[in-house]
């Protein structure tokens, strides 16, 4: 008898440290791909990737307030892997991006289709340059939102993680 208790602790302790793995690895491919689907402003004369910066991680409860930096790449996304990867309570995780232009990327909402576009050209470049970055609403680089297309893609992404753990 003692045996086939030891059997099956060490069936939940694999088993435990695979759900973990699971968990920690689709919540990670699920967040970086949000994060990198959200689209950087490609005006020159600003700064580009607030929006993409804004993305927070949290657990049971979403990070509030709006983060001052910005991200053109893929450190956001860096800092939330190994913020899911370390995290000591591995059963929850949020993440929240509190800019108020989150949700007009996400949903739509801008303004009518502007007709000359945002200007795009460096500074002092001559004619300037200007590149219409959102149409009927919707950005162009994000027409169906960040959140929405990839958590369409959770079960898939877990399958995939799961797989990996056999």
Do not use: C
């Not at 509030?64 to 053109?72: L, R, T, Y």
């Not at 502007?114 to 162009?140: D, Q, T, W």
């Not at 169906?144 to 990996?164: L, P, T, W």
């Amino acid at each position: 008898m003692a045996e086939f208790f030891k059997q099956v602790s060490e069936f939940a302790t694999k088993a435990k440290i695979s759900n973990e793995r699971v968990m920690r690895g689709a919540t990670i491919k699920l967040f970086s791909s949000v994060i990198m689907a959200t689209p950087v402003n490609q005006n020159p004369t600003q700064h580009g990737g607030g929006l993409r910066a804004n993305w927070q991680l949290g657990g049971s409860s979403p990070a509030s307030g709006v983060v001052n930096a910005f991200d053109e790449g893929s450190a956001t996304a860096s800092g939330v892997s190994s913020g899911v990867a370390s995290a000591t309570n591995w059963h929850e995780f949020t993440l929240a991006n509190n800019k108020p232009e989150a949700s007009a990327v996400e949903f739509g909402g801008y303004p009518k289709t502007p007709k000359k576009g945002s200007k795009v050209s460096k500074k002092g470049v001559k004619p300037a340059e200007y590149k219409i970055l959102s149409a009927g609403g919707f950005s162009s680089a994000a027409p169906r939102g960040m959140v929405r297309v990839n958590a369409a893609r959770f079960d898939a992404i877990v399958e995939q993680m799961a797989r990996a753990q056999r």
